[in-house]
């Protein structure tokens, strides 16, 4: 099956710094890369998502990049704000159905 | 719209007692998936049905775990007898048939403590 690693497991920014997370992914097959937001005791929500035909996504402050031969993808977070702070995961999935999580990594934006 | 509902949010039991989760989709999301997350960690599948049927539960320990989805709406998720390790957070997510966003919606999950 798919195999998902996220790095780095924590990090801590200054505000209006820019925060990357990296995860990697085994399955070639696989064509979707969501990335969710855990804020503390609550449940995880969907931020920003790509798919294996596009290189490059952004809104607003994020963006995601995907690089399907070396299969990697990266959150990237502009302009950090304490609000930013939670636990963040990368996904990826073959069919739409299937999902395959990263470890997480927790940011913290000092203000 | 009413998001994924899940109870109890949180469970204190004592180990080889039973335990039950219960989960509400999103009307209309015909697809609906049990995760477990541990501390630290990124939600692991236990189960994905798609309507009533449960078409992957590779990753659920049957010697102890049982779900059902009667109706193919509500779900609930049973741990019997419960072991200290299964003290974690389990999450019930939804997404609906045939979706291109691949979306997943959660619910906020039931805390389980197993002392």
């Known amino acids: 099956g798919e195999n998902v690693e996220q790095h780095p497991s924590t990090l801590s920014v200054q505000e209006g710094d820019s925060a990357v997370i990296k995860c990697t992914y085994s399955?070639?097959?696989?064509?979707?890369f969501p990335w969710y937001k855990q804020e503390l005791g609550k449940r995880p929500q969907l931020i920003i998502d790509?798919?294996?035909?596009?290189g490059e996504k952004k809104d607003q402050r994020i963006a995601v990049t995907l690089n399907k031969t070396a299969k990697h993808f990266s959150l990237h977070i502009t302009e950090t704000q304490p609000e930013d702070s939670a636990v963040y995961f990368c996904?990826?999935?073959?069919?739409?159905?299937?999902?395959?999580f990263g470890t997480g990594t927790s940011l913290t934006v000092i203000p | 719209e009413a998001g994924v509902v899940q109870s109890p949010r949180y469970k204190i039991i004592e180990k080889k007692q039973p335990v039950a989760f219960w989960c509400n989709p999103i009307?209309?999301?015909?697809?609906l998936y049990w995760y477990l997350q541990n501390l630290g960690q990124g939600p692991e599948l236990l189960i994905r049905?798609?309507?009533?049927?449960?078409?992957?539960d590779s990753q659920l320990p049957k010697d102890r775990f049982s779900a059902e989805r009667l109706k193919g709406v509500d779900s609930t998720l049973k741990i019997q007898p419960a072991e200290l390790g299964d003290s974690a957070v389990y999450l019930c997510?939804?997404?609906?048939?045939?979706?291109?966003?691949?979306?997943?919606?959660f619910g906020e999950g039931s805390r389980l403590t197993v002392l």
């Open positions: 399955d070639s097959a696989s064509n979707y």
């Open positions: 049905y798609e309507n009533e049927e449960a078409v992957d």
């Open positions: 996904a990826a999935s073959v069919t739409g159905n299937q999902f395959y």
């Open positions: 009307s209309g999301h015909n697809t």
């Open positions: 997510a939804s997404s609906p048939r045939g979706q291109n966003t691949g979306e997943l919606f």
């Open positions: 790509i798919r294996s035909n596009v």
